[in-house]
């Protein structure tokens, strides 16, 4: 996967098994938290590979995601999360995001 990032002409590469390996770990992550089958898990995320490898790692395991788009109102958000009974919300705390390779 190549990440065009938003700065013109920085990019990412990651490969299939770096990939591979963040949903791994991710997957751990939400079944070390008791996150399973049938559960979901809002995603809150700027558009970057862990964007990516968190919604892979929910279906690796059975989890529901919901992608929540980063233009709404923080009353729009909490709305969603209660809608779609979310167990988890998976967000970051920077704007600034790496795949961590």
Request: some cysteine; glycine content about 8%.
């Amino acid at each position: 996967m190549i990440w065009e990032k938003d700065e013109p002409g920085t990019h990412e590469n990651i490969s299939y098994g770096q990939l591979l390996d963040m949903v791994c770990r991710i997957s751990n992550v939400f079944l070390s938290r008791g996150i399973k089958k049938g559960d979901v898990v809002a995603i809150y995320l700027p558009i970057c590979p862990l964007a990516i490898a968190t919604m892979l790692a929910c279906a690796r395991i059975g989890v529901i995601h919901s992608v929540i788009f980063a233009g709404f109102s923080s009353n729009a958000i909490a709305t969603r999360v209660q809608d779609a009974n979310a167990v988890a919300i998976v967000t970051a705390n920077e704007g600034t995001v790496s795949s961590g390779s």
